[in-house]
């Protein structure tokens, strides 16, 4: 155990090299000042060094030059680090276009995730190497937190709302996932494994049963259950905008200004559909807080995610500019 | 080196009744009466640490229930915040030196001041007794949903005991900044204030400030929790975060009211002890003044991976850089008033020479927290544990007892074994670095913090971090020893035993009830060594 103390997380993600250059640069300036006033500091101790007690000091009071210096180089530095680190922060937080998109819910405690073709997992992630992943993510109780340390990202589950992180793991294996915000008993035990696996291996993991339908096909059949497909039609002529193509794209609102029509947004439109009502339309739409849980509203986003814009340009009606769910 | 007249009546043996401590109106007893509380405080406080240390020595949950863990770091957190660090310099050494520095008889409330005490021990008594009766389990940070509805522990007894201690502390400040004002003796101008004085001032500007923030925030966990209003909770149509808004924005300043009144020590001993002026006194004045004002636009580097928008994390990371820059001012300051000067090496600088090693660390790995793309991974994890323990242990609690054995012949007229008071600063040092050093390299590995258990390959360092707690309990423990030795068969120590040039020196030890016996005339700063001629006594 002595002889293979880790002392340094691994590199399993694009990000965890751009985060550990910037955290090294940030070790060496850091170390530079510390052993500079460290240094001195000795140095005066000894070489000023009076044991009577009774000598007086230079009568030094200052030195306007200096205090400049001394606060400006700093200053100098610490920007460098502040452009670094929001450089990388926001390749962070920002994932690229084309991601394979995972939903997970954490609640305590534990973590669940869903894949797009229907696989489900409990504090266990299956994921192919080389490929961006972006999860999705909310609470169903109190804060969590989804750490990913091999891939140096993490970001809090906040109920209510959604999170995302995203990574492309560069190396396969098995890597620690951890619940990184505290809520309460079992934090600890929040914990799980995230499987980096080979483009082919993965896919047979995703052949190996346990199959229920995929996620989309899941919410369109909630889509008709909770008869969201009366309003909504296909084609723009319904009571409610047309739903096609609609994911990614700016929506106007009634309120002049436009969203993004992203998972917040239509998470938002099922739960509170008076907050933003598309333009054109009538706050018709009653809420379906309570009437669908988190795992339904994500199928329900992922079937609106597949509904391509063509299909509404084949219905021959509704126009390709965007539209949006109240 | 003094010509004072002695008297034998002092502040200590005026009177001798229990009433005569409990209703006393001098500041150097109330002093006393703070010292007495915030010690039993980090006792307490140190006694959960002991258990969150000694569980931590094994990957598995073994020693304690994991409930029983989560109320451990909750409680030595609640402990060490609010009744031993925000207390700690203000309230015993602030109160006890602030108006000797001044040359007056007493701060400008000494009823109020009198009656923060007393709240002060209302609020520690109540959160006791939320401790006594189940404990609570929320972290000291209450954050909502959990606190308000995902907790069954003693929430609401321990938030009453916290926002009851926060108007004692809002009391001092208010007390304090009236005292600076208005309670100056003749001569003593502005920028002949010894540099405590000025960390003092800053220091009461955000207890004033910011303390009525987080009794609101205290006070809305209390309504939600207790009366169902959706402050917080999304069920109840709030929001998770606006709490942590609410919290950081007098949470993170009140770091600074725990590290500026020290920083404030720092500057007395430095100058006291390499027998020079501070150098550049009012860049070190106003750095404190920058700090208290700065402090209060950053609070939102707590939230960076917790839902706020990218570009607001980017203002928050840019002005957290702003914030560190007076802090570096400060500590290149104290290295070059070591230039040239003739450093007299008693305890006291010691254990400055201990708070420039922590605090250096501390202070420079919050530039690791405030860069974004390093924080999105160290956020929540064991680095940020070791980062602000180094800040408010090795920079606040080394400063503390910077002041404490610096103004402990002033306080009790003894003097203290030097030899052991060294010892102890180079143990609680040690201790500390071999404790808190670990944990970075831990939180860099991803460790998140408030974890019970652990993957068993972080076992090594953890076990480190345990032993290291155990040099450093020895380390705190000694002072305990030697100054209560000190009491009954220390030296006498004088009106000036370190030949220092502040006016609590220039009057007796102890000092006797109305301070001097005459108010005292100022006419030169309040570091002119240089310009004076020590003679011994």
Known sequence: ?326 | MTTVAESPVNYLNAKHTVASWLLTKDHKRIGLLYLALVTLAFAIGAVYAAGIRLELTTPEGDLVSADTYNRLFTMHGVMMVFFVLIPAVPAILGNFVLPLMLGAKDVAFPKINLLSWYVFLVGMVITLGAMVTGGVDTGWTFYPPFSTQGSGSNVMLAGVGVFITGFSSILTGLNFMVTIHRMRAPGLTWFRLPLFVWALYATSLIQILGTPVVAITVLMIALERGLGLGFFDPRLGGDPVLFQHLFWFYSHPAVYIMILPPMGVISEVIACFSRKNVFGYSFVAFSSLAIAIFGFLVWAHHLFVAGISPYSAMVFSFLTYAVAIPSAVKTFNWTATLYRGAIWMKSPMIWVFGFIGLFLIGGLTGLFTAALGVDVHIHDTYFVVAHFHYIMVGGAIMGYFAGLHYWWPKITGRMYHDGLAKLAALLVFIGFNMTFFPQFILGYMGMPRRYHMYPPEWQVLNIMSTGGATVLAVGYILPGIYFMWSLYRGERAGANPWLATGLEWKTQSPPIPENFPVTPIVTEGAYEYSKREIKVA
């Open chain 1, 1 to 326: 155990m002595l002889s293979g103390i880790p002392l340094f997380p691994e590199q399993a993600s694009t990000m965890a090299p751009a985060v550990d250059n910037l955290y090294f640069f940030i070790v060496a300036v850091t170390a530079f000042f510390a052993l500079l006033v460290v240094i001195l500091v000795g140095y005066f101790a000894i070489k000023y060094r009076d044991d009577t007690g009774l000598r007086v000091g230079a009568p030094i009071t200052g030195s306007i030059p200096l205090e400049i210096g001394w606060s400006l180089v700093p200053f100098f530095v610490a920007m460098a680090i502040f452009v670094w680190a929001t450089v990388v922060f926001f390749q962070i937080v920002r994932p690229p276009d084309q991601t394979l998109d995972i939903y997970a819910t954490g609640k305590r405690w534990m973590w669940r995730f869903q894949h797009i073709d229907g696989h489900r997992e409990i504090n266990q992630l299956h994921v192919p190497v080389n490929r961006p992943i972006k999860i999705t993510f909310t609470s169903e109780d109190v804060l969590h937190d989804l750490y990913f340390p091999a891939f140096r990202v993490k970001a809090d589950a906040i109920p209510g709302r959604y999170s995302s992180v995203w990574f492309t793991a560069t190396k396969t294996g098995e890597y620690h996932l951890f619940c990184a915000e505290y809520c309460g008993t079992k934090h600890s035990g929040m914990i799980g494994t995230v499987y980096v696996m080979e483009q082919d291996a993965y896919q047979e993991w995703l052949a190996g049963g346990g199959l229920t339908g995929s996620m989309s096909a899941r919410g369109e059949q909630l889509f008709q259950q909770l008869a969201c497909n009366t309003c909504h039609l296909g084609d723009g002529t319904g009571r409610g905008p047309s739903l096609a193509g609609l994911f990614g794209t700016q929506v106007e609102l009634q309120n002049g200004q436009t969203v993004l029509a992203d998972e917040s947004y239509l998470r938002e439109s099922i739960l509170n559909p008076q907050n933003r009502i598309v333009a054109g339309y009538q706050p018709l739409m009653p809420t379906f807080q309570g009437l669908v849980n988190e795992d339904g509203l994500m199928s329900l986003i992922e079937y609106v995610k597949s509904l391509p814009a063509d299909r509404a340009a084949a219905a021959g009606a509704a126009p390709p500019a965007p539209s949006g769910g109240e």
